[in-house]
């Protein structure tokens, strides 16, 4: 009967077959629309480049110069007035509820289409189909849902119509601002959200991707899965897909005791992965060190410090500064290793230009860091003056 469509479906084939197809758009998103079109960081096979284009026609209604301009201005002016959907600015309930609403209200801006759009589709197909009938595919998807699978088609086809709006307008841009675990103290506000992965392609990792948007892989951590790295693996492997760039990888040498230029360039493409060594091995163990002996009068101040001492000076408010503030009076080596942490992270951010003066500056830091008195602090500068481009052995 036509009711329940040609396929004539269960309603566990029918589940199945409704996350396939938003698995597939998904895919779509994060492969095309996120890592090739917006980032750059793999080429696409121009077969599944369209095919992609097609599918985000059919089920988004989404034009790739709007999605991608709109997300490299986030890039850009991320956690700003700017921001097309930031929730430290705008709040996280607008963004979760609204996060397609303040897509669309971006796409009319000519200005970021202008200035962030470049290198987007311009074809006959995109000029006469896609953006002259930007509701056409969406319309065609819901003719094909019904014929298929009856009625209850229609829900497919909400689902559908829904799947990116909610994920990843709503989930990511919302929450991935908002709550979650940090790798990396990039400086905006960006989160991790797993367990999301196959839900959202690897986009729920979205603190790696902002401390490294033009990597074609958005996992660093060995637990963490990136369902999109999985397909443009299988994408590789069938000669439809190259990947261009990810993330670096920081090398030590074990038995290097000396900087020099090398070691230089390697902390300074490898600063956030640095960053976060020195949270675990410097920070954490000297938290923990002071708690145990500090008065029980003032443990209070010590409720997640390892997390403010780490924290990007950014996004700190005044509540958390009067913390930090309060916390560094009651133990001078706590002090000691949150100033070194942020002389550290100054030293690229004023020499990165020269990279003999920013060999220059790292050799001074290290100086001090070793008499310091800080044991941590000691092995973590032994450890600084190990790293290198490229993975070699001592002789």
């Known amino acids: ?36 079109s917006a980032h750059r960081a793999l080429d696409l096979h121009p077969a599944l480049q369209h095919f992609f284009r097609f599918w985000l026609w059919l089920t988004t209604a989404q034009n790739t110069r709007e999605w991608t301009a709109i997300h490299r201005k986030h890039h850009a002016k991320c956690e700003t007035v700017d921001d097309p959907h930031s929730p430290v600015i705008k709040g996280l309930r607008t963004v979760l509820l609204t996060g397609a609403e303040l897509y669309r209200a971006e796409a009319e801006n000519p200005e970021t289409l202008r ?23 969406i319309v065609i998807m819901a003719v094909i849902d019904l014929a298929l699978f009856g009625v209850l088609g229609m829900t497919v086809w909400a689902v559908q119509m829904m799947w990116i709006p909610v994920w990843a307008a709503g989930v990511i841009n919302g929450l991935g601002h908002a709550v979650g675990y940090r790798n990396f103290e990039c400086r905006d506000a960006a989160t991790n959200i797993s ?44 000669r439809l897909a190259k990947v ?19 070691t230089a360039i390697a902390i300074l493409n490898n600063r956030f992965q640095i960053m976060a060594q020195y949270r675990k091995l410097v920070i954490g ?40 503030a309060a916390m560094l009076a009651q133990s001078q080596a706590l002090r000691v290793i949150y100033e070194k942490r942020l002389a550290l992270q100054q030293i690229w951010v004023k020499t990165s230009a020269n990279g003999h003066d ?25 450890q600084l003056q190990s ?9």
């Open 195 to 238: 367990p999301w992965g196959i839900l959202i392609g690897g986009e729920e990792l979205h603190n790696n991707h902002h401390t490294y948007p033009n990597s074609a892989k958005l996992s660093v951590k060995k637990w963490e899965f990136d369902m999109g790295w999985a397909w443009i693996q299988l994408f590789s492997f069938l």
């Open 115 to 137: 200035i962030y759009g470049k290198n987007c589709p311009d074809d006959w197909l995109e000029r006469n189909v896609y953006s002259r009938f930007p509701v056409g595919g």
């Open 1 to 36: 009967m036509w009711y329940f469509g040609l396929l004539d479906l269960s309603a566990w084939q029918l589940l199945a077959v409704t996350l396939v197809l938003t698995h597939i758009t998904i895919v779509s998103v994060t492969v095309y629309l996120h890592r090739f």
């Open 387 to 395: 790293y290198s481009l490229r993975p070699v052995s001592v002789a």
């Open 285 to 324: 163990p000297l938290v923990k060190q002071e708690l145990a002996k500090a008065d029980d009068s003032v443990h209070h101040l010590f409720h997640r410090a390892k997390r403010l001492l780490s924290r990007e000076t950014s996004l700190l408010d005044d509540k958390h500064q009067a913390r930090i």
């Open 244 to 262: 261009q760039r990810v993330a670096p990888v920081a090398h030590r040498v074990e038995g290097k005791r000396q900087l020099d230029m090398d």
């Open 358 to 382: 920013m060999l220059a500056a790292i050799s001074e830091w290290v100086h001090e860091a070793e008499a310091s008195g800080i044991q941590s602090l000691r092995d973590f500068a032994g």
